[in-house]
């Protein structure tokens, strides 16, 4: 499927795509994951990012470049970036469990008023983002996964509302290793 929270995916002929493998397949490994233009994610700066946060040991998704043709046409080189997966945990040599983002759709209505009338409204976009985990149906549906999220998610909703402080809900040091990583390669996408 066409993939991308910008029109920048979608421009000229090097759309961004998610991919999602049949069940039991995997190319290099990967069962989900988006080809994107480069340009996309400031081109080599999100490889470099990504290979920061390896040498660190901060979770990260596998990306690298790859050649890519549609329809028999060279679309040029295209990144290629691991989606969140059973497959990101085990490479990352975690134990499995569950991968949180914040709800984005208050986030989006900002993006869309500003767009609209060039100003920016005062929301609590983050205030009112949910903790919801990806891969929301495996997670739900399996009674480890579910309380793991659980937890998490009231870790989140307390770090946030300033109940607890951050060194009792986040592993500070590979928190502020990830921050440095992002500000070195301004690699802000996945704040």
Known sequence: RLKGDWLD????????YRIKMRKSTSLN???????????????LMEYVAHQLFS??????TRY???????NGKSRGVYAMEEHFSKQLIEHNKRREGVVLRFNEEAFWKVQKHFKLYKNWPLMPYYQAAVAEPFQSGKTLNSANLNQQF????????????HQKPINQVFD?????????????????HGM
């Open 172 to 188: 500070i040091d590979k928190l502020a290793k990830y921050w440095a990583v992002v500000d070195l390669s301004k690699a802000r």
């Open 55 to 60: 040498e660190n040991d901060i979770l990260t």
């Open 64 to 70: 690298d470049f790859t050649p890519i043709y549609v």
């Open 9 to 16: 995916h979608l421009e000229g002929v090097k759309w961004s």
């Open 150 to 161: 659980a937890i998490a998610q009231r870790l989140l909703y307390q770090y946030k509302t």
């Open 29 to 43: 490994g990967l069962s989900v994951f988006s080809l994107q233009n480069p340009s996309t994610r400031s081109n």
